[in-house]
């Protein structure tokens, strides 16, 4: 009697102190999402905490993160956000430090790591790295992208008509375009040694006009994308066949590997008259950990696993992100995703990870999609009037 009183005595105990944690995830591919519910169950099972999946969209995270977390309301992690919204969240006073629980961090890519860390502290765990590249079909285009800018207009022009185009791109999508800004000079905030000056914003200079007149010849000079065109579509035409090249990023690869396309991935050719090559921005994506939690310990040791090789190795072969473990690039270096897309992350330009991030994206998005309604438009003027929008967001 006394041995089972004993036993049912540890088994309350356990499920006393077992936690139910939660996690905000805006993954919605199928693939990615049975992923998380696999490792959600694998870490139920080793440590007896339940795991609570909720579907969050991409762009409420952050402002739903911050008004909910003080009041205890909000999730025990974020899977995942990028480091353009690190330095909001982590001034916000939302987002927990992880060193103290992080004794180790050799397999972590360093710069996915400096991506994470604001102010000199890890405010994350970097999940997978990724930019932007130009995925091809080699049914349409055997001889793969030419590496000249003349001579990509001519592939994408002779591959465009009869309901096919040769290359598409949102024209309107200021992240999706980033690596023209760079190439010829234009930034968002100016950086010296590392250090950023929010204080100069380079997206109104003399190379952001040219980037913006760029993307509008993409249009009307070379009628290459007309108007209508977003990702998605840009995507459809592609997993149908009809489309010779894609701009897009690893978040598309699962969705093109299932269309069956022979595929390769090359970088985007440097555009004419620019001082410097394409050079897309690089993202970071990384577990958070909300700083209002009661469970935090068992929050970092479930953020640990899913940024571990193994389950990174898993996340790469159900969506096709770059991982952020260097062991887990070395088990994909045969994949041509990893390597292809692993090029142009390193010619790429890290995004900001300061706060005032969030000040930029709304009006320089706003003046990408108006420089690329009509032909010709003032782009000093567009530009001019995003900067200052900017400015006087900036605190």
């Known amino acids: 009697m006394k041995k089972a009183l004993m036993v049912l005595s540890l088994a309350l105990m356990g499920n006393a102190t077992a936690a139910t944690l939660t996690v905000w995830s805006h993954y919605n591919d199928a693939a990615e999402v049975a992923w998380l519910k696999a490792q959600a169950a694998a870490y139920t099972k080793a440590s007896g905490n339940a795991v609570n999946i909720v579907s969050v969209p991409f762009d409420q995270i952050p402002d739903k993160f911050i008004q909910s977390a003080p009041k205890g309301q909000g999730p025990d ?17 939302v987002i927990e430090p992880l060193d103290k629980y992080v004794t180790s961090k050799t397999d972590l890519d360093k710069s996915a790591l400096s991506a994470m860390t604001y102010n000199g502290k890890l405010f994350g765990l970097p999940m997978f790295a990724e930019s932007v590249a130009i995925v091809y079909n080699k049914k349409l285009l055997p001889g793969g992208v030419p590496t000249s800018w003349d001579g990509f207009i001519k592939a994408a022009q002779a591959n465009t008509g009869n309901g ?42 003399a190379g952001a006009d040219k980037a913006v007149s760029l993307l509008n010849d993409l249009r009307y000079k070379y009628n290459l994308i007309p108007e209508g065109v977003d990702g998605g579509v840009a995507k459809s035409a592609f997993t149908d066949g009809r489309l010779a090249m894609l701009m897009t990023g690893p978040w598309d690869m699962g969705d093109i590997k299932k269309a069956g396309i ?42 640990k696993a899913l940024v571990s090789s193994s389950a990174q190795v898993a996340f790469n072969k159900a969506g096709g992100r770059i991982p952020a473990s260097i062991s887990a690039r070395v088990q994909l270096k045969a994949d041509p995703v990893v390597a292809g897309f692993g090029r142009s992350i390193l010619v790429g330009t890290p995004m900001p990870n300061v706060p005032q991030m969030s000040a930029v994206w709304g009006p320089w998005s706003n003046a990408v999609a108006q420089s690329v309604q009509k032909a010709n438009p003032s782009y000093g003027t567009i530009l001019d009037s995003a900067v200052k929008e900017i400015n006087g967001n900036i605190k």
């Open 77 to 93: 992690l974020v899977m995942t956000l990028p480091q353009d919204r690190l330095g909001q969240l982590a001034a916000s006073g």
């Open 164 to 205: 096919k185009f040769g290359f598409l791109v949102d024209l309107s999508n200021a992240y999706m375009n980033y690596g023209i800004f760079s190439a010829y000079g234009s930034y968002v905030f100016k950086n010296t040694g590392g250090t950023l000056n929010v204080k100069d914003v380079g997206l109104a200079n």
């Open 262 to 303: 022979d595929y390769g991935i090359a970088s985007l050719p440097t555009p004419p008259g620019a001082s410097a090559k394409w050079s897309p921005f690089v993202g970071v994506q990384g577990v958070m950990l909300n700083a209002y939690g009661k469970n935090k310990a068992a929050a970092a040791t479930l953020a």
